[in-house]
């Protein structure tokens, strides 16, 4: 279905990245998008040659013909809840929810699962073109886009491209390549810098901001494969992955939380340094493989303050990273300044650090580590964080990361009604549809083990309405000898 | 910056025909790097800046009536477009390709707009990369931050292409198989089974975010934003000093708070610089288990800031600066000076302009002064006549008694104006001692002196002055005296003397010598101002008989006396 994938802008050659540009497609997007909603309302309001709907299509005809002229192509894409404009999401914010429900709504009504500008469209051909899109018969299940091509073939206008309903798994794959280059960028910066601490060297910042700058992006254009990548657990590199990890969730968690670009670029540096002070403990202590006695758990208790004194002997630098240092002290703390380091002087915990200290707490109840052999499962993790109020996570923030993740968490091995297993590949973005996230049939009913599956949304019904397939059951993957990253790479 | 580039990004563009003339594009480049250049050397009301920016929008204009967009692509001393060499310069030192290209770039594409808004801001970081330190951000980075609308950039991956790849487990490459009924089965034997899933769980409206917890959130953002971040790291490395007693940790705290005051004096935050000051000395009172070397080390600190170099490089800093500090953030600042910054604090109030800044400095003056008596009396005994005179008038305005030696010492100087400075601070100490140093003043060479002396002698009935008075009124040195200073010493001598002077002054306003001759009038009406300062009835009767003199300056001061002293 290539056709239906969205084009790379430029073709990069390998070892290069693109940047830049999106803040174009965003800006002008959202007013393409405000056009063809206004457009679209007023088509449906009032007849075709009502001077209302005149102006809104000759509206829309300009800014689309606008941005064809300068991106050379023009192609809107629904994708579960969100809409991209060419290869770039779209954000969703206040001002524009009812333009992106109401668009997300005639997409799935008609039957389709994008359209895209192959000529210059005319007024008319706009007009016909909405027309037709608003006149589907409503809920079509099935693949519409060719009856659709055809009726406008038939009104002659031939300047439209009409696609069909993009299949989660294309959609996905597309951007999971870009996901595990960020992924294994940011590990390998994130060891060089603990490494070169553990050293006695000066680490180079840059490489941490830049990797934390791929993260973002890629949060904001489709985080649902990196957080798959956060099930990655290396037992061996434990603490670059950990770091990584909580990086990734933070940042995705500062999304959720409705942050700008330039605050989760803060919080992903602060996230991703905030265990920078564990490079001062000593490697018997931290990787000891029983449990730790007093004296040992003391030093371990030393790492968030070792991490201001860390980030503060990386002298040189323009802009002291303060922030990720406040992160780095007080991730361990409660809300209530209970927890450790005990502070002193007055103050009131950061926000970054409540959103660090939840995702810290999340991956590191989840990992398997040199002293935690049997980690907690991602759906326990969350429910101790949530119901139990020793450990001292704000509870809003807590609130946000179920919200995020899902009541079951991406990773997470579940047995289905159909007596399948399935692993949880991505949250349900729906609030009613929390507990039906979209998940990867890793066998079948009789236990046939499946590589790699195949994604399905757990919102699917049959015929008669009824749910296809529903969760029974969380099981233990090491019970099954299933290695969850695995499935995410 | 490993990256191998298999392929240069226009490789597949060389030798074909560029779709319009490359010297459109020349130019314009030509342009551009005049611009890079003006943006680094003028400021942008400078003429020359002005131009070249100027020259730079009209090549853009005929950039646009050619084009869209321009993609450059780069090398490490050209620029290409269309695989054509635009620009081509050896010397890295100026070369534009070279700046672009040692952060990593490769492509640059322009876009139509680009001019509008986002000139100025890549000619800012542009100029940023070029003086930017090796470990600070690079151009990548900055271009990140910027988020530019109209212009796109590729860029080598900062980590090589195949480092750090993620495999998957070899073990999937086969079929297998797991028991599913027999787990099932399994768990089946367990009540309650762990694991199983209940669906009154799902009560989705308890994990999204209600209002208030929405404004909770957006709330912290803000003050998260809002935050001293140096201040808030400062208190965490006081707290760490005051609670961790080992050697290594101190001293690496103790080691790092100069750069960090360095830091901030540079970047303006004196707020964060008295903080540090502050905590400084507070830490040294908390700590657990300090010794004496670390307490000394710790208190080297905020002594730094005081001594003449670092507090003179300080402010002449601030005085230098276009947008000066607002003045609650200096007076944080000169609130936490010590003693031994009187000096120099001084020294700057009397050569800076008025201003916010000398108004601190003034108000730091005062109260250094004020809880540092015996370093205000070194600084009078100073020999320099700048400190020795605004020491002695800070010694007035705290009407410090200690100071009086100090001050009357000063008095013996040349210096007039010194003199008259110390002259002005005992008469407003006015103690008994203060005043014992000013009959010096009474004998002075200078007539301001002489005056200030006299006046408060006389003003706070000083009478061991009575005999040097009597001496100066009674002998010939009043003859050359002006009319203000003759008046000051006749009412000083009435005011001292009392009844016991009425018939020397009695003789003085209304008495006739050889040949019948008055004293000139001036003298006359000197003596009568202090018959009235006496004020007793023989005093009044002496005026009286004067009352109709045919001196119009006389009867005047007669009349005024009369009244006691209103005019």
């Known amino acids: ?489 | 910056m490993t990256s191998t580039l298999q392929n240069s990004p226009t490789t597949d563009q060389e030798g074909r025909e560029p779709p319009f003339s490359p010297a459109i594009v020349e130019g314009w480049l030509q342009a551009l790097g005049k611009a890079v250049r003006a943006h680094q050397l003028y400021l942008p009301n400078n003429p020359v800046y002005q131009r070249a920016i100027e020259q730079l929008r009209a090549n853009f204009v005929a950039l646009w009536a050619e084009t869209e967009q321009l993609t450059l692509a780069i090398t490490e001393s050209e620029l290409k477009w269309e695989g054509v060499v635009v620009a081509s310069e050896p010397s890295k030192s100026e070369s534009l390709a070279w700046l672009l290209y040692q952060d990593g770039l490769r492509e640059l594409t322009f876009m139509r707009g680009f001019e509008v808004d986002e000139l100025d801001r890549l000619l800012g970081l542009l100029q940023r990369v070029k003086r930017a330190a090796p470990d600070e951000d690079d151009l990548v980075t900055l271009l990140w931050e910027q988020d530019f609308i109209n212009l796109r950039y590729q860029f080598v991956e900062f980590v090589p292409e195949g480092i750090g790849e993620i495999e998957t487990g070899a073990s999937y490459g086969v079929e297998r198989q797991v028991d599913m009924q027999g787990s099932q089965a399994a768990d089946e034997e367990t009540a309650p089974t762990p694991g199983i899933v209940s669906m009154k769980e799902f009560d989705s409206t308890v994990y999204f975010l209600d209002e208030n917890e929405l404004q909770f959130v957006r709330s912290a953002l803000q003050a998260e934003y809002e935050e001293n971040l140096p201040r808030n790291v400062l208190s965490v490395l006081f707290d760490l000093f005051e609670r961790q007693s080992a050697e290594d940790v101190r001293a690496e705290i103790v080691e790092i708070l100069p750069h960090l005051m360095l830091h901030f004096l540079a970047a303006g935050d004196y707020r964060a610089v008295a903080y540090l000051v502050r905590e400084s000395r507070h830490a040294c009172e908390r700590a657990v288990e300090l010794d004496d070397r670390q307490r000394d080390a710790l208190l080297q600190v905020p002594e730094r800031l005081g001594t003449a170099e670092v507090l003179g490089q300080l402010l002449q800093t601030i005085a230098d600066a276009t947008t000066p500090p607002d003045t609650a953030e200096l007076d944080a600042l000169f609130e936490v000076l010590g003693g031994t910054a009187m000096e120099t604090v001084l020294r700057w109030t009397v050569h800076l302009p008025s201003g916010p800044l000398r108004a601190s400095l003034e108000r730091a003056g005062t109260r250094l002064a004020a809880t540092n008596v015996t370093e205000l009396v070194r600084l009078i005994g100073l020999p320099d006549r700048e400190i020795a005179i605004e020491a002695a008038r800070r010694a007035g305005e705290l009407r410090s008694p200690g100071a009086a030696p100090a001050l009357g010492r000063l008095l013996g100087v040349d210096d007039a104006a010194v003199r008259l400075a110390a002259a002005a601070a005992l008469a407003e100490i006015a103690s008994p001692g203060a005043l014992q140093q000013l009959e010096r003043g009474v004998e002075d060479p200078d007539r301001e002196v002489r005056i200030v002396s006299v006046r408060v002698l006389g003003a706070r009935g000083h009478r061991a002055a009575l005999p040097q008075l009597e001496a100066q009124i009674r002998g010939n040195d009043m003859r050359g005296a002006d009319l203000t200073e003759k008046m000051a010493y006749f009412e000083a001598y009435g005011a001292l003397a009392g009844d016991g002077a009425i018939s020397h002054l009695d003789a003085a306003l209304n008495g006739r010598g050889l040949f019948g001759r008055r004293e000139d009038p001036e003298t006359r009406a000197c003596a009568a101002m202090a018959l009235g300062k006496i004020g007793s009835p023989p005093a009044l009767e002496a005026l009286r008989k004067a009352s109709a003199d045919k001196e119009m300056i006389v009867r005047n001061a007669v009349q005024k006396a009369v009244r006691g002293g209103r005019s």
């Open chain 1, 1 to 489: 279905m290539t056709q239906a994938t969205a084009r790379p802008r430029m073709q990069a050659a390998p070892g290069v990245a693109e940047r830049g540009g999106d803040a174009f497609v965003r800006q002008r997007g959202r007013d393409f998008l405000s056009a063809l909603y206004s457009a679209l309302r007023a088509l449906k309001l009032y007849p075709p040659e009502n001077t209302v709907v005149q102006k809104s299509l000759f509206d829309l005809q300009q800014i689309g013909e606008q941005f064809q002229k300068r991106e050379h192509e023009l192609e809107v894409r629904a994708s579960r809840e969100f809409i991209f404009l060419n290869s770039t999401r779209l954000r969703l914010d206040l001002e524009n929810y009812a333009s992106f429900s109401r668009i997300l709504g005639i997409f799935r009504e008609a039957g389709i699962g994008l359209f895209r500008l192959t000529g210059e469209a005319t007024t008319r051909d706009w007009t016909v073109f909405l027309s037709h899109l608003q006149s589907a018969p409503g809920a079509a299940a099935d693949d519409q886009s060719a009856p659709l091509m055809a009726r406008l073939a038939g009104a002659g206008v031939t300047c439209f491209f009409v696609g069909p309903p993009a299949e989660v798994e294309d959609d996905r794959e597309q951007s999971k390549e870009a996901a595990k280059r960020v992924y294994a960028q940011s590990v390998s910066a994130t060891k060089d810098v603990i490494s070169s601490v553990r050293m006695g060297q000066s680490p180079n910042l840059k490489k941490i901001k830049r990797v934390v700058q791929g993260i973002v992006d890629q949060i904001l254009n489709e985080e649902t494969s990196l957080l798959g990548l956060t099930t990655l657990r290396d037992y061996d590199e434990y603490t670059f992955v950990h770091s990584v990890n909580v990086c990734i969730f933070s940042v995705a968690l500062g999304r959720k939380l409705g942050f700008n670009r330039r605050q989760l670029y803060d919080l992903g540096v602060a996230a991703l340094m905030h265990d920078i002070g564990k490079s001062r403990i000593p490697l018997e202590v931290l990787t000891k493989p029983s449990s730790l006695n007093e004296e040992e758990w003391l030093i371990i208790q030393k790492h968030p303050w070792m991490g201001v004194l860390t980030l503060l002997g990386m002298r040189g630098h323009s802009d002291i990273p303060y922030r990720a240092m406040i992160v780095a002290y007080e991730h361990h703390m409660k809300p209530d300044l209970t927890g450790y380091p005990k502070p002193v002087r007055p103050r009131t915990m950061s926000i970054f650090s409540r959103i660090v200290a939840v995702s810290d707490g999340f991956d590191a109840a989840t990992s398997r580590r040199a002293y935690q052999q049997d980690p907690y499962s991602p759906a326990d993790a969350l429910a101790e964080m949530s119901n139990n109020p020793r450990r001292g996570m704000d509870p809003v923030i807590v609130k946000a990361f179920v919200s995020m993740v899902g009541h079951f968490p991406v990773g997470t091995l579940v047995i289905l009604d159909t007596f399948e297993l399935a692993l949880v590949h991505a949250a349900n973005p729906q609030p009613e549809a929390i507990s039906r996230p979209t998940v990867r049939i890793i066998s079948d009913s009789t236990g046939n083990l499946l590589f790699p599956g195949h994604l399905v949304e757990l919102t699917q019904r049959d015929a008669s309405g009824e749910y296809t397939r529903t969760i029974i059951k969380l099981a233990d993957p090491n019970r099954y000898g299933i290695r969850v990253g695995d499935y995410f790479v």
